[in-house]
């Protein structure tokens, strides 16, 4: 189909420019950027008055539930979730039931992904048989299949032999490796983060030193293998400034935090509200701080919404006993304007977090718009306001901290591959 998106203001995060400009699509690829190619009919007209024109945006991290956890989610409310929140592309995290840690396992995931065609999904395969840290799955074959780098989601490996051997392995055939920066030990039976308001509400904590320790243990292992690694999820300020130094020094590390830890701080827990209760916790202020400053600066790559969908019941209990997580696919954009807004980031600068960046850590050509380039695109109103209220959201979770919130930005249409995949009218 022939599509014109008019009179929008199209910006390009990856530039850092904006420009009031048309842009022309067909045969599913963007075919002209204010001057329509020659013979161009549009099939459909988008009127894009006093909205933005952005790239689709890339998602690092989020949870689809399939396969094993239907009764969560399904593969088509997530991915209508997706949409709603102009996400065209998303990674998945390796934890499903059985673990993607089979070729057979990602190919049927990439298949039933395919059929919706909505958007790109990029599955992570196990980096070890189970998500058990012992033996090292045949990586080859899930790459083949389909994953785009390897990961033990948030089961770390504790045992350091092993993953050096993996992360060996990866090195020998250009994989990346992705690991949650958390010592087994010290993390465990943490659910919050230690300090003060822990100490207070009577929870058990995750130190500090949990993450920066395993930065250590994952850096050094680096330097002796030479391993390219993404870091998912940092949470502290000790761990930028650790990543910092290690960008400085030449390793081939990138990246992300959540867009929780992005606005929250464990004050936010109050009175034990199991909707904040998230893996890594919430930390001070002065780590949220820290993770703004390292998102301004370049240190983080990207922000990912880890998207994490749960049954009502889960969070219905005490704070110590709930699931961590928090859908958010839906909430990526508004939140990351509501960031830019408060920090006083440029628009295009807090948008390319959510789509160059996190697109060149997976080195795909996405988060961009350019003539030639796949039509995956997002038209939002950046004046718009919208509650989030449980009982709209597209997502079948309905957990997260932001129940209630009065957000900007609010998206309008949603391509995918030339494919009006959503329309909010």
């Not at 880890?306 to 209990?317: A, G, I, S, Y």
Request: one cysteine or more.
């Amino acid at each position: 189909m022939k599509i014109q998106i008019q009179n929008g203001t199209i910006i390009d995060p990856a530039a850092g420019t904006e420009a009031r400009k048309d842009v022309f699509i067909a045969a599913g690829r963007i075919v002209g950027i204010g001057q329509a190619p020659a013979d161009f009919n549009a099939a459909k007209v988008i009127d894009a008055s006093g909205l933005y024109i952005a790239p689709g945006f890339v998602d690092l991290s989020a949870r689809l539930r399939e396969p094993g956890f239907e009764h969560k989610a399904t593969l088509e409310s997530e991915m209508a979730a997706a949409m709603a929140g102009g996400v065209t592309s998303l990674v998945c995290p390796p934890d499903t039931d059985p673990t993607l840690d089979e070729p057979g396992l990602v190919e049927m995931l990439k298949f039933r992904a395919q059929k919706l065609h909505l958007a790109h999904v990029y599955p992570l395969g196990a980096l070890t048989v189970g998500l058990k840290g012992e033996t090292i799955t045949e990586m080859v074959e899930l790459t083949e299949a389909g994953c785009i780098g390897f990961s033990q989601a948030d089961n770390p490996i504790a045992d350091t032999r092993t993953l050096q051997r993996a992360l060996q392995y990866a090195t020998t055939y250009g994989y990346t490796v992705w690991l949650r920066p958390q010592d087994a030990y010290m993390s465990k039976g943490g659910v919050a983060a230690s300090g003060a308001v822990a100490s207070r509400l009577g929870l058990s904590g995750v130190p500090v030193a949990a993450e920066t320790i395993a930065l250590h243990t994952i850096f050094e292992l680096m330097r002796v293998t030479g391993a390219r690694v993404h870091l998912s999820h940092l949470s502290s300020a000790a761990g930028v400034e650790l990543v910092r130094a290690a960008k400085a020094e030449g390793l081939a590390v990138t990246c992300d935090v959540t867009i929780n830890h992005v606005h929250l701080t464990d004050i936010d827990i109050g009175y034990f509200d199991a909707q904040f209760r998230l893996d890594p916790p919430l930390r001070s202020q002065r780590d949220r701080d820290a993770i703004r400053a390292g998102l301004a600066d370049g240190t983080i790559d990207a922000i990912c919404s880890d998207h994490t969908p749960l049954d009502d019941d889960e969070k219905l209990l005490p704070f110590a006993e709930a699931t961590p997580g928090a859908t958010g696919l839906e909430l990526l954009l508004s939140l990351t304007v509501k960031w830019a807004r408060e920090a006083d980031v440029p628009l295009a600068k807090a948008l390319a977090r959510i789509s160059s960046a996190p697109a060149d850590v997976l080195k795909l050509p996405a988060g961009r718009i350019t003539t030639g380039a796949l039509a995956d695109l997002c038209v939002f109103d950046a004046a718009g306001e919208w509650r989030v209220d449980p009982k709209k959201l597209k997502s079948q979770g309905r957990n997260t901290p932001f129940l209630g919130y009065e957000l900007p930005a609010r998206v309008r249409a949603t391509i995918v591959g030339g494919h009006v995949a959503y329309e909010c009218r």
